[in-house]
């Protein structure tokens, strides 16, 4: 499985970025796939994850983020979309995809990730 994250970018608080996280192959039939972001001196967290199930996409937010950000995922591009609107400057890291067929939740549960985004914002 390899995966490419792009979107990343420097907007003011407010303000609002799409990430995208394009995926080879058949990636959601096997795969869940999850947002986690690393602030400066802080761990990898978890943002948002989607998986499909075969007939409909199911998704996870942490709270910080439910009502701000949108996990949604297009099967035809095999690409997940991170769409990030009311970006507070807590928001700022560096944002990566990853790849799962198990718990959602933890780091290190994932077996592929891709390059990191950098995604700032200023206050």
């Known amino acids: 499985v390899q995966l490419q994250a792009s979107g990343g970018g420097l907007v003011q608080a407010g303000g609002s970025l799409r990430l995208s996280c394009a995926a080879s192959g058949r990636t959601f039939s096997s795969y869940a796939i999850t947002w986690f972001r690393q602030a400066p001196g802080k761990e990898r967290e978890f943002v948002a994850s989607i998986r499909w199930s075969g007939s409909s996409w199911s998704a996870y937010y942490r709270d910080s983020v439910k009502g701000r950000f949108t996990i949604s995922g297009d099967n035809a591009k095999n690409t997940v979309y991170l769409q990030m609107n009311s970006l507070k400057p807590e928001d700022t890291a560096v944002y990566y995809c990853?790849?799962?067929?198990?718990?959602?939740?933890?780091?290190?549960?994932?077996?592929?990730w891709g390059q990191g985004t950098q995604v700032t914002v200023s206050s």
């Open positions: 990853a790849a799962t067929r198990r718990s959602v939740y933890s780091v290190s549960q994932y077996d592929y």
